[in-house]
């Protein structure tokens, strides 16, 4: 059945540097979105991308959406302890509505 | 506006027992989903709601899970009898339209469910 891959699954970083993680679909996707977990919270809806090659920035976030529509990725440049978290993809699994997730990637950040 | 509410926060429960899991949508929201977290691995889709009716329950894992929508509001999803297995995180999801695919998904705080 379709698969969201994500890697890493974890990553340290000193406060300050920069962080990639990165989203593979078995199929090629309508959109993809991103979602962040604060440790003991819930997902949070941060972006949506719907065109092949598209890019969107959200401050210190960038966002890209690969040609072929079936990769993503996530960096934030400059990181500060707040970005501390799980950050999900997550693309349609049909049209139905129902989303299917990456493993994640958690966000450790030393200050 | 009110966002997802989920309840219980927690609940710890032995083997054997049967809980239930409430889920208040955002209000409007047609579209109900619920998701679960097992420790450290993916979001799991378990099954969509459109108002009152299933459209989707593939992801249910076996006929210990009940969920129910009555009058297209509130959900409930019922473990009976749980298991080990089924601990993890039980999220509840709400989007405004019918033709979902594109829509955001607004996430309530979830239930952590423990089976001992």
């Known amino acids: 059945g379709q698969q969201v891959m994500q890697i890493p699954q974890y990553q340290h970083v000193q406060e300050g540097e920069d962080f990639t993680t990165y989203c593979n679909s078995s199929t090629t996707l309508s959109n993809i979105q991103w979602y962040k977990q604060r440790p003991g919270g819930h997902p949070v809806f941060l972006i949506q991308l719907v065109k092949s090659g598209e890019v969107k920035k959200q401050k210190r976030l960038t966002f890209q959406f690969g040609e072929a529509k079936k990769n993503s990725s996530l960096h934030i440049t400059a990181t500060q302890t707040t970005d501390v978290g799980t950050y999900f993809c997550?693309?349609?699994?049909?049209?139905?509505?129902?989303?299917?997730f990456g493993q994640g990637t958690t966000l450790q950040v030393k200050p | 506006e009110a966002g997802v509410t989920q309840f219980p926060s927690h609940s710890v429960i032995e083997k054997g027992q049967t809980v239930t899991l409430r889920c208040d949508p955002i209000s409007g929201h047609d579209n109900l989903y619920w998701y679960r977290r097992v420790m450290g691995k993916e979001i799991k889709f378990l099954l969509h709601f459109v108002k009152e009716s299933k459209q989707d329950e593939s992801g249910m894992p076996n006929n210990r899970f009940l969920a129910e929508r009555t009058g297209g509001t509130y959900s409930t999803l019922k473990v009976q009898p749980a298991e080990l297995e089924d601990s993890g995180v039980y999220f509840c999801?709400?989007?405004?339209?019918?033709?979902?695919?594109?829509?955001?998904?607004?996430f309530g705080p979830g239930t952590r469910l423990t089976v001992l």
């Open positions: 997550a693309g349609p699994g049909g049209n139905t509505g129902k989303l299917i």
């Open positions: 999801a709400s989007s405004p339209r019918t033709s979902a695919s594109t829509d955001t998904q607004y």
